[in-house]
């Protein structure tokens, strides 16, 4: 049997058609990488991985099995205003979805997929109380799909950092 450069063409072209055509981006990204909720972390536990695909920002005193890429701000309000504060302010944020929220650790995550090709990004953040008028944040963007993410978590804690302080002196 012979197989031509045609056929090949033919079978790729078949098999793209119906393989994208039943399947949405969101169910391909879940059969190559997994659920797009990357489910909850540990901020003392974590240890990052060696792929450039994440952001992180993290007090010092709570991220102690990684070196964060920045400290996030303090914030003159109380650790659980700040996490209405920061729902609020990132509610505006396109292919957002909250998928998890912990009120015993302060504790949230979302799936943020890119607008064209809908790749999943899991965030969690932690509000940290620090004294009785003033709190912080631990942040962790990861990728799913891919070794690089081309400086989109980056990106994202300060476009959301940027919201959030925004709402905080506004109010």
């Excluded at 536990?45 to 070196?67: E, G, K, M, S, Y």
């Excluded at 990132?90 to 090709?117: G, K």
């Excluded at 109380?129 to 400086?151: E, H, K, M, P, V």
């Amino acid at each position: 049997m012979t197989i031509t450069v045609k056929s090949v063409i033919f079978c790729t072209i078949l098999f793209a058609t119906i393989f994208f055509g039943f399947l949405s981006r969101d169910k391909l990204w879940t059969l190559i990488g997994g659920n797009a909720d990357q489910g909850q972390i540990a901020f003392e536990a974590l240890r990052l991985p060696d792929t450039p695909n994440h952001f992180l920002a993290c007090p010092r005193t709570l991220c102690i099995n990684a070196t964060p890429n920045s400290v996030a701000d303090v914030y003159s309000v109380k650790a659980e205003r700040l996490r209405d504060q920061a729902i609020k302010a990132w509610s505006q944020e396109a292919n957002l979805e909250l998928v998890d929220r912990t009120t015993d650790t302060l504790q949230i995550r979302y799936v943020q997929r890119t607008p064209l090709m809908r790749f999943p990004d899991t965030v969690s953040v932690r509000f940290v109380l620090l004294d009785n008028n003033s709190s912080t944040l631990a942040f962790y963007s990861r990728s799913l799909i891919g070794y690089s993410d081309f400086g989109a978590n980056n990106a994202r804690y300060q476009r959301w950092i940027n919201l959030l302080s925004e709402l905080v002196v506004s109010e």
